[in-house]
């Protein structure tokens, strides 16, 4: 999911009738035209429970500040298609938002919205607060930042798809990370509309994806100059700055990458040498911006050339009857103005001034008729012209590794003397065999707060390292570790599980192997205390996850950490320090975290309590698959004599025009009264039909009685039921539902 903070732009406004245009937009899109539909709506401590009061609450404490122009923040949380909130969940959401932004006694309205691809909730929060009357800023005026941290743990709280390149993710334990990983380089807003408008890469994607890692890995402008001439840009520098000419275009070297600016390279590579380009170079084709639409671009860019071919031959037509019809004016200027001066001067100019007028509107007439021609000849962007044949525009796929290799410089090997972290880190990868290794730093404040940080490869994905790349790492994690902060280790694997026990005693850990336990590794994390890893193979099943999760809960309170339960779990960095303050010697130092033991085993033990959890959690499955849903109550008339039944009352009180509105009405009314999804389809199939004329009942009854009983067991009609609540004993009565002998007329039957 998303979060975005709207900023107000029409600050000529008063904040009175912003904040209430932005009211009323959250609770009654369709009035201004949005084409959106209200979901769920609610609001929080307001003293009335009335839309118009609450606005008018909200309104009159905006008023008693000055310091801020618009004290109501506008936020919006949006899911990805395919996920849809309930309304418990949306509640939720806000009352946890506006708690964690520091505004819990503060007023919020808020409504889900939907269309036809995402659900988003609308939030107008008012920083004003209700006792003090002072404008509160959140987060000492970083507020999106503490939102983004919010989102993270609304995803790990909700179970919500993790956004792609977040700026904080939540970790196993519960931790909020910052994300840290290497900025790639991607077009400007200006270059990206380009290539949704033509649908080919953009010439500063084309530098960024060829002469990014040239330049970057130059070791001199001859070798960066010589690069670049071998893929066809050039580089040249133009006044205080540089350009990269990509074929006829020239950009900016900053657009491509900060660090590409004269002055960067001129620190890096010294004073500027020109290169030479005098010798033919490559030239520079239009490429499509993805591959997969190479046909469709062909298709555009021969209509598109078709379309400016007719659209020019309109122009010349145009620019040709323009000339004729000055050429006239002016034959008419020749002959009109000298036979009406014989009477005299005033009378001349008088005729000179309508004729002229005449001659505009006549000009002003032909210049119209031909840009309505030309509106019909407006060439299409090429994302507008995808979309409308059913394909969607996609970004350009990442460039792999292996296709910039020539580029990239071979990785450093490690230096031949080792420290003790290096050491230890090689031990330990050795027996804990893991495919992948996240690496997260803490550090602890003077006032105890924890900031966390996670080592990612690229791309903002917490994928972790592989040990070579880790090795590759390790310069960096040193210098956190000089800074002061604690360093954790996470062992991921696609086919194994990687247990982790942690805080044991060396009883426990003599006990844990008594038991018939063999870990891979053991970490002394501090003096006396133990963490253990234990290895063994995962089953391939969808029960992986929640086996290692309770085999990891049951060796914890048995062995180790009560309170530990997450299966990927991180834990203390063989030859980094324990920066408890607990640990703390009496000469400031800290205690190293260090490897007592460690050999590439699986622990056959823990394999076999995998078994059993697995065998529990099956029978779970099928207990679960084979208990039937029962709908209470239910009457005893069946479902099609029920959905006449409540025509017959319908048609009694409203004038029938729309019977799909009838049929989702009958539906949901059986819904509320117990009858099953399955009745209430075959109801409105069998019965639909009969209360219509007969030139109406062509159609694929079987689709629309789906389409109506997913509405009435839907969202739409859980929120139906709540609105019309109040009737659902009457809805009871009209089935007899309740009565001893209830008694229908054959009137209201037929």
Same mark, same amino acid.
């Given at each position: 999911?998303?979060?975005?903070?709207?900023?107000?732009?029409?600050?000529?406004?008063?904040?009175?009738?912003?904040?209430?245009?932005?009211?009323?937009?959250?609770?009654?899109?369709?009035?201004?035209g949005?084409? #959106?539909?209200?979901?769920?709506?609610?609001?929080?401590?307001?003293?009335?429970?009335?839309?118009?009061?609450?606005?008018?609450?909200?309104?009159?404490?905006?008023?008693?500040?000055?310091?801020?122009?618009?004290?109501?923040?506008?936020?919006?949380?949006?899911?990805?298609?395919?996920?849809?909130?309930?309304?418990?969940?949306?509640? #939720?959401?806000?009352?946890?938002?506006?708690?964690?932004?520091?505004?819990?006694?503060?007023?919020?309205?808020?409504?889900?919205?939907?269309?036809?691809?995402?659900?988003?909730?609308?939030?107008?929060?008012?920083?004003?607060?209700?006792?003090?009357?002072k404008?509160?800023?959140?987060?000492?005026?970083?507020?999106?930042?503490?939102?983004?941290?919010?989102? &993270?743990?609304?995803?790990?709280?909700?179970?919500?798809?993790?956004?792609?390149?977040?700026?904080?993710?939540?970790?196993? #334990?519960?931790?909020? &990370?910052?994300?840290?990983?290497p900025?790639?380089?991607?077009?400007?807003?200006r270059?990206?509309?380009?290539?949704?408008?033509?649908?080919?890469?953009?010439?500063?994607?084309?530098?960024?994806?060829?002469?990014?890692?040239?330049?970057?890995?130059?070791?001199?402008?001859?070798?960066?100059?010589?690069?670049?001439?071998?893929?066809?840009?050039?580089?040249?520098?133009?006044?205080?700055?540089?350009?990269?000419?990509?074929?006829?275009?020239?950009?900016?070297?900053?657009?491509?990458?900060?660090?590409?600016s004269?002055?960067?390279?001129?620190?890096?590579?010294?004073?500027? &040498?020109?290169?030479?380009?005098?010798?033919?170079?490559?030239?520079?084709?239009?490429?499509?911006?993805?591959?997969?639409?190479?046909?469709e671009?062909?298709?555009?860019?021969?209509?598109?050339?078709?379309?400016d071919?007719?659209?020019?031959?309109?122009?010349?037509?145009?620019?040709?009857?323009?000339s #004729?019809?000055?050429?006239?004016?002016?034959?008419?200027?020749?002959?009109?103005?000298?036979?009406?001066?014989?009477?005299?001067?005033?009378?001349?100019?008088?005729?000179?001034?309508?004729?002229?007028?005449?001659?505009?509107?006549?000009k002003?007439?032909?210049?119209a008729?031909?840009?309505?021609?030309?509106?019909?000849?407006?060439?299409?962007?090429?994302?507008?012209?995808?979309?409308?044949?059913?394909?969607?525009?996609?970004?350009?796929?990442i460039?792999?590794i292996?296709?910039?290799?020539?580029?990239?410089?071979?990785?450093?090997?490690?230096?031949?003397?080792?420290?003790?972290?290096v050491?230890?880190?090689?031990?330990?990868?050795?027996?804990?065999?893991?495919?992948?290794?996240?690496?997260?730093?803490?550090?602890?404040?003077?006032?105890?707060?924890?900031?966390?940080?996670?080592?990612?490869?690229?791309?903002?994905?917490?994928?972790?390292?592989?040990?070579?790349?880790?090795?590759?790492?390790?310069?960096?994690?040193?210098?956190?570790?000089?800074?002061?902060?604690?360093?954790?280790?996470?062992?991921?694997?696609?086919?194994?599980?990687?247990?982790?026990?942690?805080d044991?005693?060396?009883?426990?850990?003599?006990?844990?192997?008594?038991?018939?336990?063999?870990?891979a590794?053991?970490?002394?994390?501090?003096?006396g205390?133990?963490?253990?890893?234990?290895?063994?193979?995962?089953?391939?099943?969808?029960?992986?996850?929640?086996?290692?999760?309770?085999?990891?809960?049951?060796?914890?309170?048995?062995?180790?950490?009560?309170?530990?339960?997450?299966?990927?779990?991180?834990?203390?960095?063989?030859?980094f320090?324990?920066?408890k303050?607990?640990?703390?010697?009496?000469?400031?130092?800290?205690?190293?975290?260090?490897?007592?033991?460690?050999?590439?085993?699986?622990?056959?033990?823990?394999?076999?309590?995998?078994?059993?959890?697995?065998?529990?959690?099956?029978?779970?499955?099928?207990a679960?698959?084979?208990?039937?849903?029962?709908?209470?109550?239910?009457?005893?008339?069946?479902?099609?004599?029920?959905?006449?039944?409540?025509?017959?009352?319908?048609?009694?009180h409203?004038?029938?025009?729309?019977?799909?509105?009838?049929?989702?009405?009958?539906?949901?009314?059986?819904?509320?009264?117990?009858?099953?999804?399955?009745?209430?389809?075959?109801?409105?199939r069998?019965?639909?039909?009969?209360?219509?004329?007969?030139?109406?009942?062509?159609?694929?009854?079987?689709?629309?009685?789906?389409?109506?009983?997913?509405? &009435?067991?839907?969202?739409?009609?859980?929120?139906?039921?709540?609105?019309?609540?109040?009737?659902?004993?009457?809805?009871?009565?009209?089935?007899?539902?309740?009565?001893?002998?209830?008694?229908?007329?054959?009137?209201?039957?037929?």
């Amino acid at each position: 999911m998303i979060v975005k903070k709207i900023k107000q732009t029409n600050t000529d406004k008063p904040k009175e009738w912003q904040i209430s245009d932005l009211v009323d937009y959250i609770r009654a899109p369709e009035k201004n035209g949005q084409g #959106e539909r209200i979901e769920h709506q609610g609001s929080l401590n307001f003293l009335s429970e009335k839309p118009l009061t609450q606005k008018l609450e909200m309104l009159s404490l905006a008023r008693e500040t000055n310091r801020s122009k618009v004290p109501v923040n506008h936020w919006i949380f949006a899911w990805p298609e395919g996920e849809q909130p309930t309304h418990e969940q949306v509640d #939720e959401l806000v009352k946890f938002f506006i708690k964690e932004m520091g505004l819990a006694d503060h007023q919020a309205i808020y409504a889900l919205h939907c269309d036809t691809k995402n659900y988003h909730v609308h939030i107008a929060v008012n920083r004003v607060h209700p006792l003090t009357n002072k404008v509160v800023r959140v987060n000492h005026g970083f507020d999106i930042r503490q939102a983004q941290k919010i989102r &993270a743990l609304i995803e790990k709280k909700q179970g919500w798809s993790v956004l792609e390149n977040a700026p904080y993710v939540v970790t196993e #334990e519960g931790e909020i &990370a910052r994300r840290k990983a290497p900025p790639e380089p991607k077009p400007d807003q200006r270059a990206q509309d380009f290539e949704a408008s033509s649908g080919e890469k953009s010439a500063q994607r084309i530098a960024q994806e060829k002469g990014h890692d040239i330049i970057k890995n130059a070791k001199s402008w001859e070798e960066l100059h010589q690069g670049l001439k071998n893929i066809g840009l050039k580089f040249e520098k133009k006044g205080s700055g540089a350009i990269i000419w990509v074929g006829d275009i020239a950009i900016k070297a900053s657009s491509v990458d900060r660090s590409f600016s004269m002055g960067k390279l001129a620190k890096r590579l010294g004073e500027f &040498a020109p290169g030479n380009y005098e010798s033919k170079i490559p030239k520079i084709e239009p490429a499509p911006l993805n591959p997969t639409y190479g046909k469709e671009l062909k298709i555009y860019l021969e209509a598109a050339a078709k379309l400016d071919l007719e659209k020019q031959e309109i122009l010349e037509k145009a620019e040709q009857e323009l000339s #004729e019809l000055a050429a006239k004016h002016k034959q008419q200027m020749e002959e009109i103005i000298p036979q009406i001066a014989q009477y005299g001067k005033p009378v001349m100019n008088i005729g000179r001034h309508f004729l002229k007028e005449q001659q505009s509107k006549e000009k002003k007439s032909l210049k119209a008729r031909f840009k309505n021609k030309l509106k019909r000849f407006t060439k299409p962007r090429f994302r507008d012209w995808l979309h409308h044949r059913g394909k969607q525009l996609l970004p350009p796929p990442i460039v792999k590794i292996e296709e910039r290799i020539r580029h990239t410089p071979p990785p450093q090997p490690v230096p031949e003397r080792q420290t003790a972290q290096v050491a230890a880190f090689l031990e330990y990868a050795r027996a804990v065999n893991a495919e992948r290794y996240r690496v997260t730093s803490i550090k602890v404040e003077n006032d105890g707060s924890r900031k966390v940080l996670i080592l990612d490869k690229k791309n903002g994905q917490t994928q972790g390292f592989t040990p070579e790349e880790l090795l590759q790492r390790m310069p960096e994690i040193q210098k956190l570790r000089q800074r002061g902060e604690n360093i954790y280790y996470t062992p991921l694997s696609e086919n194994m599980h990687h247990i982790l026990i942690d805080d044991m005693t060396g009883e426990k850990l003599v006990q844990l192997q008594k038991d018939g336990f063999r870990p891979a590794a053991i970490i002394e994390s501090s003096p006396g205390n133990f963490q253990c890893i234990l290895t063994f193979a995962k089953f391939g099943n969808a029960f992986d996850r929640q086996i290692a999760n309770r085999l990891t809960v049951f060796l914890n309170r048995k062995y180790g950490d009560p309170k530990l339960s997450g299966a990927i779990h991180p834990h203390r960095a063989p030859g980094f320090e324990n920066r408890k303050e607990k640990n703390r010697r009496k000469d400031g130092t800290f205690p190293q975290s260090v490897l007592r033991y460690a050999v590439r085993q699986d622990c056959q033990k823990a394999l076999v309590e995998a078994r059993k959890v697995e065998l529990e959690l099956k029978k779970q499955a099928e207990a679960q698959a084979t208990k039937p849903v029962v709908y209470q109550p239910i009457s005893y008339m069946g479902a099609e004599r029920a959905y006449f039944v409540h025509y017959a009352d319908i048609r009694a009180h409203i004038t029938i025009e729309d019977f799909s509105r009838v049929d989702a009405m009958i539906a949901l009314r059986m819904r509320a009264n117990g009858h099953s999804p399955e009745d209430i389809t075959v109801a409105i199939r069998n019965c639909a039909p009969q209360i219509r004329a007969e030139n109406q009942r062509q159609r694929d009854w079987q689709r629309y009685a789906d389409r109506t009983m997913n509405y &009435a067991f839907g969202y739409a009609g859980d929120r139906d039921l709540m609105r019309y609540e109040r009737y659902r004993e009457l809805w009871r009565r009209i089935e007899g539902i309740g009565l001893k002998r209830p008694q229908f007329s054959a009137s209201r039957l037929r």
